[in-house]
């Protein structure tokens, strides 16, 4: 799928709907919850924030940002000849949309090869973006462009947030500076960016942001 977009957001409210909710709708009112408690969290207690990660007991990205928008002209879909009509492939994309845990990713992948047979390559790869938005939220990040054979990571846009003091932050740098060869930072347009060169599949892109995760700062 070109310019593919997958936006992921946590049930926290769980599968209950009723009153004000309901009326407005519950992905609307999900997004809105969200974004105040994102607003409160890096404006009203920002200080309060920082000193929990500097204390340890906030570690990942996850906790900086809501989503992880990914960008890819990489061919990534359930092709007509897998999945024949439109309306299942459409159900198919908004479940896979909605996994966050590994487990739930593999019984889905189970449950295709049940169904369809042997999952083409480019099935296998918008499977595999679950676990690149999984990485991308922990380190902060909110977009990753996978685009002609490169991948840029776009972090946190609130050059005072707390993510910039996590371990989550201290371990993009380390990786950088430990692949100079492959990873360029780009710190214009007052956002903090990461380059990193010859990225040519989600599979390689995971294999990577999993090797930045193990890295020792």
Same mark, same amino acid.
């Given at each position: 799928m070109q310019d593919l977009d997958i936006r992921g957001a946590g049930n926290m409210l769980g !599968?209950? %709907?009723? #009153?004000? +909710?309901?009326?407005?709708?519950?992905? !609307?009112?999900q997004k809105i919850l969200s974004e105040a408690v &994102? @607003?409160?969290?890096? @404006?009203?207690f920002q200080?309060?924030? $920082?000193?929990?990660? &500097? !204390? #340890?007991? +906030?570690?990942? /990205?996850?906790?900086?940002?809501?989503?992880?928008v990914i960008e890819s002209d990489l061919q990534m879909s359930f092709s007509e000849e897998y999945v024949p009509t439109s309306s299942e492939r459409m159900l198919l994309y908004r479940e896979l949309d909605s996994l966050e845990r590994e487990a739930d990713v593999e019984q889905f992948r189970q449950r295709?090869?049940?169904r369809f047979g042997p999952i083409p390559p480019e099935g296998e790869e918008? +499977?595999?973006?679950? $676990?690149?938005?999984?990485?991308?939220?922990?380190? /902060?990040?909110e977009r990753i462009q996978l685009k002609q054979g490169r991948m840029r990571l776009q972090f946190v846009s609130n050059p005072t947030s707390p993510f910039y003091d996590s371990e989550a932050f201290r371990k993009v740098i380390a990786f950088a500076t430990t692949n100079a060869? +492959?990873?360029?930072?780009?710190?214009? &347009?007052? %956002?903090f960016r990461l380059l990193v060169t010859d990225v040519t599949s989600v599979e390689q892109a995971n294999a990577l942001l999993s090797q930045m995760r193990q890295c020792q700062v």
């Open positions: !599968a209950e %709907q009723s #009153g004000f +909710i309901a009326d407005l709708g519950y992905e !609307a009112y &994102k @607003e409160l969290r890096n @404006e009203e200080d309060l924030y $920082k000193e929990e990660v &500097k !204390a #340890g007991n +906030i570690t990942g /990205g996850t906790e900086f940002v809501e989503e992880c295709m090869t049940d918008l +499977i595999r973006v679950v $676990k690149l938005r999984s990485l991308g939220r922990y380190f /902060g990040c060869h +492959i990873c360029r930072v780009d710190n214009s &347009k007052e %956002q």
